[in-house]
């Protein structure tokens, strides 16, 4: 089974600190996603990676940055984190279409809920 | 980019038919529509997806009329264990477009006994 794992299930911070949240996924997908969830919005798409060191902004990029630097980890930063970033992120993968089993089945983690006071 | 449109929340009864619509008006001719299951405090599952017609998998059945501007996934005898929420997604496949994907608000699906 694809596994999809995040650093932390629950994480408090203060407003100004810089922030890294963590995903790994072990089945050697070439995607990955970083997504947050709030109540009433749904699912939005902060940034995605279709590759190492390749990134793409999506939907709400503004107030986050996101480093992949190998094929299994992609990680989401908050250089400087603020109330309004308080959230449940959610990270996700999927392979190369041509190996996926069904398109657009993204496989996600468990989710960090994310606090700043 | 098709923005969907669902059903804030639906109740049901166990062992009923549940089908949970969405509205689609602007989806793209390489547009997908793709269904997600999400408990609480895990990520969301992918259910089916389809193009046109009907999908039928050994979760759910999944309709979409001709025009495909709505899609309609249909849960049969549904049991306490599908309570959650249910997602609509349009976008197209091919790599590179994922950035066009859009999750819907979602719909939470309450079973009772």
Redesign the interface.
Known sequence: DVK?TQSSRYLVKRTGEKVFLECVQDMDH??M?W?RQDP??????IY?S?DVKMK????IPEGYSVSREKKERFSLILESASTNQTSMY???S?P??DRAR??????????TRLTVL | LAKTTQPISMDSYEGQEVNITCSHNNIATNDYITWYQQFPSQGPRFIIQGYKTKVTNEVASLFIPADRKSSTLSLPRVSLSDTAVYYCLVGPLFSGGYNKLIFGAGTRLAVHP
């Open positions: 999809v070439e995607n996603f997504y009433g919005l749904g699912l939005r798409l995605f279709y793409e902004k999506g939907d959610l990270c996700a999927t190369e279409a069904s398109y657009n089945e993204q496989f996600f983690g468990p989710g």
